[in-house]
């Protein structure tokens, strides 16, 4: 620990000289800031934050550098335990996912959001719903019959993570189409969508960047996308389609909508210029030719949010979650 | 043959100097990432990933999977001369490396090490470049069921196949099954034996479980018997390479069976560390000198390297080819992948031609560069043995202590190293077998959230493992290697009142 405690000191010491001369200059990091993610190595937001870790060394973007440390321990609860506990250290910051709300309501470990400072949203993640491209089911109609006509439970969902978003749109699609799925958890979404080309389950909600090669290797078919919007990409990807041309789940009947938060928090009670520093760091990241490949590789849905309106943004979403959740059964005894 | 004009472009790439360059530095880098326990070869890739994002994909690829390859040969070196597991698939490595090295016979363990990975490797390369697309859609066929079942003949051959009294074999692991079902229960989402601490939160996890019950352990045995380091009189020639290598095609057998275990394994995937202690399990079982497993036999070195290499190797090709890692490092390369614009699965084959069989070819070539560096490196590895003991443990103390603390970052892990370091001297004390704790805490969640996975979707019933002829075989192969010895015995007596 003692090194720890050192360098804690120590940028507690460069933080008050900094801070005395703070009317000058804004604040910068000193040393190297660990960027957490509270998920394994290989999955969407490993794979976002190490993207944004080669845009910024590429671009020279930080006179520090960025250190990417995975901490994915009880479904990311290890990584938000540790920035909560990393009051005053402004040299921390972690990517979050909708287990940003699951876990502490699902596991009853004592965080939440507020005991972070928010930054930024750097994007939505879409959700979309797959089959495999040898079943009949051309249409999401065609897809609700089936479930309708199969005997109760014998439909099988694959699925991110226990609790999770995955199985959060997947109760929901039960409750909107009044059916009854098992819903089977995988560890990762390329597994959970592999699982459905060898016909081990019926659906998916795969991310698009999770699907989207076995949708180009004519493997899978998407039905309809949980959003409000159908999604702004228009190059083809298959069959001549493209991500535009995926209707609305809403339009279709199915009425769900879920999208998952891709943001920055950093550590507790960071100041104004603090957050200022990061905020204008992801609107440089942002406009890199990098990222706006990387965004399109994923069908990504691309709102940027910070300060108040972010935190509005995160207010509501909880509220949605914890409803969601409730509703589902899925909250922790005690919560 | 179109193919083979492929390969041949591919070597054409691979062979830039460029990217020759970049092939052994990847090497040397794995070699010692392989060597640290703790920093495998999947945190070492992840923390090298970006380094590659200027250099054109297929030149990045080459250097991460030269790094990739450098970890598998890197993680047997401190197997094998200090008992301490580098990576998870060296574990069966050091049943029989370490008392060969104890008995003097570092080099020749060290050689017979790298060249079965080198042959291990090789297979698999050859593997991948003649029956890709097959392969490929085998591996499809895995649901949860059939990869319950994998797991479960993985058990099955290492406790039927055991000599150890069954019940200490039991015994172990059942500790170890119960260490793996601490932390997130992935199924349904809620914390299990936790107790309220963050620090578990995690799970034990099995580096730090491994570099505690053997690495410590070992320091306090060797400790208690005063200090000896039995290794002092090692030969440090180059000459040993050879003498090994002309023993080595005596055990021909057991290669090409290590490999088929490996290639398989790899393939569907369950990855090498459960490939390696099913070939050391049977190798055990089917030598002519199995009897004298455990104490320092060359077979016992051979089989588990060889599958492990093979597994190791193969597990890229449903990376590739589906986009679902066989390995963890594999997982890591495949974000690499998605980052410089390449799309794994199907259509990779078809669409970045050049790119997968420059991969392959860097695979033919980092090998070859591999063993080369490393094989020449004998001499110095066996070296390290002569330094006395009062020296060379407390660095090996340092060295676990940076492992256990580089896995999570986390000075919880520190401590816990040392209590499994006492847990594993007492085990041994009482003759309680290791291995099996190991095994279990490795394989545990994995075969128990299968297990469970299998269950949801048959609901509740377990006909679900006998459903079709592949999970059945597997399921019957995982029997049959329980009961061997009663089989076996069975049938021997039935000769006898036969005759």
Sequence with gaps: MKPFVLSVALAAIAMSCAGSTASVAAWEPVRPVEFIVPAGTGGGADQMARTIQGIVTKHNLM???????????????????????????????????SNLFTTPLATGIPFNWKDLTPVAMLALDEFVLWVNAEKPYQSVKDYVDATKKAPSGSFKMGGTGSKQEDQIITVGIEKAIEAKFTYIPYKGGGEV????????????????????????????????????????????????????????????GLAMEYLMLRGIFMSPKATKDQIEYYVELFKKVRATPEWQDFMKSGAFNTTFLAGADYAKWIEAEEKRHEGLMKEAGFLASGN | ?????????????????????????????????????????????????????????????????????????????????????GEPWS?????????????????????????????????????????????AGFALRFGPAEKFAVYFLAFCSFVGL??????????????????????????????????????????????????????????????????????????????????????????????????????????????????????YGIAKRLARRGNNFGKGEIEGVIAPETAAHAAGTSALLPMLSLGVPGSPTAAVLLGGLLIWGLQPGPMLFVEQKEFVWGLIAS?????????IVVLTCVPVFAAILRVPFGIIAPLILVLCAIGAYSVHNS???????????????????????????????VLGDKAEEAFRQSLLGSQGSLGVFFSNGLVSTIMALGLVALFWSAIQEGYSRLRTSMA
Excluded at chain 2, 97 to 107: L, R
């Design chain 1, 193 to 252: 969508a592999v699982q459905l080309v060898g016909n081990h389950v019926d659906s998916t909600v795969n991310n698009p960047i999770e699907a989207v090669a076995q949708w180009r290797g004519g493997k899978v078919r998407p039905l309809c996308v949980f959003d409000a919007q159908p999604m702004a990409y228009d190059e083809p990807i298959a069959d001549g389609k493209a991500w535009k041309d995926i209707p609305t789940c809403k339009s279709q």
């Design chain 2, 363 to 371: 695979m033919y070539l980092g090998n070859i560069a591999g063993l």
């Design chain 2, 91 to 135: 574990v069966a490595t050091t049943f029989d490396g370490y008392p060969m090295a104890q008995q003097g016979k570092p080099g020749e363990a060290l050689t017979a090490a790298f060249t079965s990975s080198f042959v291990g490797a090789l297979f698999a390369v050859i593997m991948i470049t003649l029956v890709a697309p097959l392969v």
């Design chain 2, 162 to 279: 055991s000599k150890e009294p069954p019940f200490k074999t039991i015994a172990a692991m059942m500790i170890g099954f119960a260490l793996a079902a601490v932390g997130l229960d992935s199924i349904t989402g809620q914390l299990r034996l936790t107790f309220g601490v963050t620090e578990l939160l995690n799970g034990f996890d099995f580096l730090i479980a491994v570099i505690g019950l053997f690495g410590i352990g070992e320091i306090l045995l060797t400790m208690e018997e005063g200090l000896a380091f039995r290794g002092g009189n090692a030969s440090i020639n180059l000459r040993v390479v050879l003498q090994t290598w002309r023993e080595l095609p005596a055990y021909w057998m057991t290669s090409l069976r290590s490999c088929l275990i490996g290639c398989w394994m790899g393939v569907t995937p369950a990855g090498a560390t459960p490939a390696s202690f099913m070939s």
């Design chain 2, 1 to 85: 043959m179109e193919e083979l004009a492929n390969l041949f472009h591919g070597f054409a790439v691979a062979l830039q100097p460029y990217n020759i360059m970049l092939m052994i530095i990847g090497i040397t880098l794995g070699v010692i990432i392989g060597v640290l326990p703790g920093l495998g070869g999947a945190n070492g890739v992840a923390i090298l990933l970006p380094l590659t994002f200027s250099m054109p994909p297929t030149s990045a690829i080459i250097m991460l999977s030269c790094i990739y390859w450098g970890a598998l040969f890197g993680g047997a070196i401190t197997s094998i001369l200090f008992n301490i597991p």
């Design chain 1, 63 to 97: 006179k520090q550098p960025l250190v990417v440390i995975n901490k994915a321990g009880g479904a990311g609860g290890e990584g938000f335990l540790d920035v909560k506990t990393s009051t005053n250290n402004p040299h921390k910051i972690i990517i979050t996912l």
């Design chain 2, 411 to 441: 000075t919880f892990d520190v401590m816990l190293m040392l209590v499994f370091g006492v847990l594993g001297y007492l085990l041994k004390k009482c003759n309680y077998p290791l291995a099996p704790l190991v095994l279990a805490i």
